[in-house]
């Protein structure tokens, strides 16, 4: 992905000076994915994360490199299942959350089978969509 | 000056490893991955293994074991494999200064000079591959690529050893050269194993303390080499992306525009043969495969569309058969009807010399295969190009490749991602 950038906003009816000041062009693949060697896309399904701005169909990008913590939204993987959550450290008590209240928590527990897939860093969301 | 050091790092069962980070109900869970076709068993679960099912072996071959076990059955997905390949293969270079990708799931390194507790920095390594891609992989370390290769197989064979192993500063290399079989080692094929076997030579350690004259007769002179790194002599130096040609290209614009499959198939064909007659001239392997269609760009009548994608073989080859198939499978997925096809090509790369590739199960096979292309290179060179030609040169082959159980490319395309 790459947008020419420009410092200067363009002004309209003349040509334009701005065009002096580009500086080259934004790169949202080195903006939005540091760690391309770590970084996956998904798609997201449900609507269970709407309050974290995660709507069905979303893309969602997922470092797998990251550190997570109290709070990170995350891939967890649970007897095998893949869904994204909310990460919710207490007292050593880990538990999952949804950004919807018509979800209910999940307290993770010794016998369940329980990891982390990656870390959720970005959600593209389709306001309008572009014919390419 | 310092005594060489070198690192293998393998992936445990990639195949089934890449499927099992998109679909975590398959760990613990016997899986298989097959050939292209469907035709053999390619890669396998270590709970796959435990059933007993053996590496290359024919699919019907199993059937009952893999129904009453419930074993999941995949049919390659190479796209996937060679994206999760390329990711592992970048952390590794990442940790190494020089890396020799061997194979889709293998590269040396060189850890030569460095001043560092080998076993740790390989840890780290190995951790940091299974967090950033979720492949798990087994390091084998020594001072040669031979008995880094035996130090691998080792780590993977022993739980114990959190997938690390070193032969380096080992004082008892003899006690595990005993425990190695000579068709175990690196660069001891099938046949030369059968043949060291029926002379009294069946473990790594008979064969490291016979003599070199013997050896030179029994397996010829990189035999001798591979003895010579039984022996901690390295002298297989780590093969970084060499000099030779990256990539042989044939393209031309058709004599008259092309709309029939058919038609492009045949020219196809041809551009496929001529590409690996001249790899094959060079003594080279490819192990990737790459085609291009387009149509006119000037056309205005008509709609423009260019497509080409690509496709990385199992084992690396210069037998024309098989680039040919590879070649028209990419045209099959990129061809579309309605339109006016000016231009096409195939590439060919991922180049190995030949017999330097990483060794084939089927190695026997393709050295019949191999003479039979000589034999066509020479008839061709003596009564002409083309004389002798592949059938779908002539008349395009009615055949497509068996896929059943095929997942999606889940890294490379957006409308096939993993929905979560």
Avoid at chain 2, 42 to 64: C, H, N, Q, T, Y
Avoid at chain 2, 96 to 115: H, K, L, N, Q, V
Wanted: glycine content about 6%; overall charge positive; some cysteine.
């Amino acid at each position: 992905m790459f947008i020419t950038f420009y410092k200067e906003a363009v002004e309209c009816g003349f040509p334009s000076p701005a065009r002096d000041f580009t500086e080259g062009s934004i790169d949202l693949n080195e903006e939005l994915i540091p760690h391309p060697n770590s970084t996956f896309v998904v798609r997201a399904r449900g609507d269970s994360m709407i309050g974290s701005g995660i709507y069905p169909n979303d893309l969602v990008i997922v470092d797998r490199s990251l550190k997570f913590r109290n709070g990170s939204v995350i891939i967890a993987v649970v007897d095998g299942e893949l869904s994204i959550k909310i990460l919710k450290i207490q007292d050593k008590q880990i538990s999952l959350s949804s950004a919807n209240k018509n979800y209910s928590d999940v307290l993770v527990s010794e016998e369940m089978d329980f990891t982390i897939w990656g870390v959720c860093t970005y959600v593209v969301h389709t306001l309008s969509p572009v014919n390419k | 000056m310092h005594k060489k050091v070198f690192a293998l790092i393998d992936c445990n069962a990639f195949y089934v490893s890449c499927e099992r980070v998109f679909n975590p109900k398959l760990n613990n869970r016997p899986v298989v991955a097959l050939s292209n076709n469907d035709g053999c068993i390619i890669a396998r679960s270590k709970e796959a293994k435990a059933l007993g099912i053996k590496m290359g072996v024919p699919l019907f071959k199993v059937k009952d074991i893999i129904q009453r076990e419930k074993v999941i059955v995949f049919s390659s997905n190479y796209t996937l494999y060679a994206d999760m390949s390329r990711r592992v293969m970048n952390v590794i270079s990442e940790f190494a200064p020089s890396i020799e990708i061997y194979s889709i799931d293998e590269a040396f390194i060189d850890f030569t000079g460095a001043r560092l507790n080998y076993e740790d920095y390989a840890r780290s390594l190995r951790a940091t591959i299974l967090k950033c891609t979720g492949i798990p992989v087994s390091i084998g370390i020594g001072t040669t690529k031979t008995l880094a290769k035996i130090a691998n197989h080792i780590a993977k064979d022993d739980e114990t050893l959190d997938g690390v192993y070193s032969l380096v500063d080992i004082k008892s290399i003899d006690n595990i050269l005993e425990q190695t079989e000579v068709g175990e080692i690196w660069g001891v094929g099938r046949q030369l194993s059968k043949k060291l076997i029926s002379q009294g030579i069946y473990n790594a350690k008979l064969l490291k303390y016979c003599e070199d004259h013997w050896i030179r007769k029994m397996m010829s002179i990189n035999g001798l080499k591979t003895v010579t790194e039984l022996r901690g002599i390295s002298c297989l130096p780590l093969q970084e992306i060499s000099a030779t040609r990256k990539s042989c290209c044939t393209t031309r614009t058709f004599g008259r525009p092309l709309m029939k499959i058919e038609d492009v198939e045949q020219a196809m064909t041809t551009f496929a043969r001529r590409a690996t007659e001249r790899i094959r001239d060079e003594g080279l392997v490819a192990s990737s495969v790459s085609s291009f269609l387009r149509t006119s760009p000037f056309d205005r009548g008509n709609k423009y569309y260019s497509n080409s994608d690509s496709i990385t073989l199992g084992d690396p080859t210069c037998d024309t058969i098989l680039i040919i198939n590879a070649a028209l499978s990419i045209v099959r997925r990129i061809f579309k009807e309605g339109y006016k096809y000016k231009k096409g090509g195939v590439l060919l790369s991922g180049f190995y010399v030949e017999g330097e590739e990483p060794q084939s199960l089927f190695s026997s096979v393709k050295k019949k295969s191999s003479n039979l292309m000589l034999a066509i290179d020479n008839i061709n060179q003596r009564y002409g190009n083309d004389t002798i030609q592949i059938a779908s040169e002539c008349q395009a082959a009615n055949w497509r490749q068996k896929r059943k159980n095929c997942t999606q490319s889940y890294t490379t395309q957006i409308n096939k991602l993993l929905l979560v």
